[in-house]
């Protein structure tokens, strides 16, 4: 596989440019059905994601939460650190300090800096569950395995590819992705690899985009570097959503023959534009913001009631066809 990079702009410099703030957001269990206060809160539960406001189906999945645990008779912890480190930590240990809290989970901004709080929950007695990665010290964690993901939307691009331009095309294919943390090679991996496995000559330009911005800019600076690439293939949804605004920009038509943008996860404003048969964004696997929250609801509870265990997060194709179900 040909290889070369672009260079462009790196996730440090956004990271550096955030705003280093964190909240704490809390509910009460929800009402019972005949609208009077249910009995006393069990505790709470908490889920970090390290930037939810630049990630819209984490925020989905964050307005699904209160509700879900609630039924069970938690309270709903959540934070947003954008992407700090030090700020992550200490609203964990925020928590732990708090005496009420039963289960943590989270995606961590830097997993090796987890582990000391980690430790920290685990002597108060709160398992740490991971969201889709586990680090030292967690005792569950929600699976998704993001290089097998990422390997079947790039496979499915290169039978594409492989139809309209053949299989022994030395076509240039852009990968979006990110590759500073597991998770995020793992799945920008797979796009590669996949891709590679049925379009073998393929040249794969990397370009970091770790959200929409990050996703536009690159699809500029590609297009000027081999402006003749068809393929683009992105590995979250922010990203791709960068990508595909910056290409109808540049003058490529919504229903492009010779163009293909290929995407994992799907939010609401991916689903609209998956909803149009015809769009050049033409393979995309993700869960529903439900299918996400229904799981991490179930392992915080599990957690909390002494059960700390792993669970799965499938991602399936998404066509015009069932779009309608990842539209929120």
């Given amino acids: 596989m040909a290889r070369q990079k672009l260079g462009l702009i790196i996730?440090?410099?956004?990271?550096?440019?955030?705003?280093?703030?964190?909240?704490?957001?809390?509910?009460?269990?929800?009402?019972?059905?005949?609208?009077?206060?249910?009995?006393?809160?069990?505790?709470?539960?908490?889920?970090?994601?390290?930037?939810?406001?630049?990630?819209?189906?984490?925020?989905?999945?964050?307005?699904?939460?209160?509700?879900?645990?609630?039924?069970?008779?938690?309270?709903?912890?959540?934070?947003?650190?954008?992407?700090?480190?030090?700020?992550?930590?200490?609203?964990?240990?925020?928590?732990?300090q708090r005496g009420d809290v039963k289960a943590i989970m989270g995606y961590p901004a830097s997993a090796d800096a987890l582990v000391p709080v980690t430790a920290e929950a685990a002597a108060a007695g709160i398992p740490v569950l991971g969201y889709t990665?586990?680090?030292?010290?967690?005792?569950?964690?929600?699976?998704?395995?993001?290089?097998?993901?990422?390997?079947?939307?790039?496979?499915?691009?290169?039978?594409?590819?492989?139809?309209?331009?053949?299989?022994?095309?030395?076509?240039?294919?852009?990968?979006?992705?990110?590759?500073?943390?597991?998770?995020?090679?793992?799945?920008?991996?797979?796009?590669?690899?996949?891709?590679?496995?049925?379009?073998?000559?393929?040249?794969?330009?990397?370009?970091?985009?770790t959200n929409l911005d990050e996703g536009y800019s690159g699809v500029q600076n590609a297009l000027a570097a081999a402006p003749d690439t068809k393929v683009w293939l992105a590995f979250d949804a922010a990203s791709g959503l960068g990508a595909y605004q910056a290409l109808l920009d540049s003058g490529v038509a919504e229903d492009a023959a010779d163009t293909l943008l290929g995407s994992l996860d799907v939010d609401t404003q991916v689903a609209q534009v998956l909803m149009d048969e015809s769009t050049f964004w033409r393979v995309a696997y993700g869960a529903t913001a439900a299918d996400i929250a229904a799981v991490c609801a179930e392992l915080l509870i599990a957690a909390a009631e002494g059960d700390p265990q792993d669970g799965e997060l499938v991602q399936r194709r998404v066509t015009a066809d069932n779009a309608v179900e990842f539209a929120g």
């Fill in 11 to 96: 996730a440090a410099a956004a990271v550096t440019s955030l705003a280093l703030t964190a909240c704490t957001a809390q509910t009460t269990p929800a009402a019972d059905d005949d609208g009077t206060s249910p009995t006393a809160s069990l505790g709470a539960v908490a889920l970090s994601f390290p930037a939810p406001s630049q990630v819209p189906i984490w925020s989905e999945v964050l307005e699904l939460m209160p509700d879900l645990v609630g039924e069970a008779g938690y309270e709903f912890l959540s934070d947003d650190p954008n992407l700090d480190t030090q700020v992550q930590v200490s609203d964990w240990q925020a928590w732990i």
């Fill in 133 to 209: 990665l586990p680090w030292e010290g967690t005792e569950g964690v929600l699976i998704s395995d993001g290089y097998a993901d990422g390997f079947q939307v790039g496979a499915d691009a290169g039978e594409w590819a492989a139809e309209q331009f053949g299989a022994d095309t030395d076509i240039a294919v852009t990968v979006l992705g990110y590759w500073d943390n597991d998770f995020g090679r793992e799945r920008s991996t797979g796009l590669e690899e996949g891709f590679s496995s049925v379009v073998p000559n393929a040249v794969i330009n990397e370009v970091v985009a």
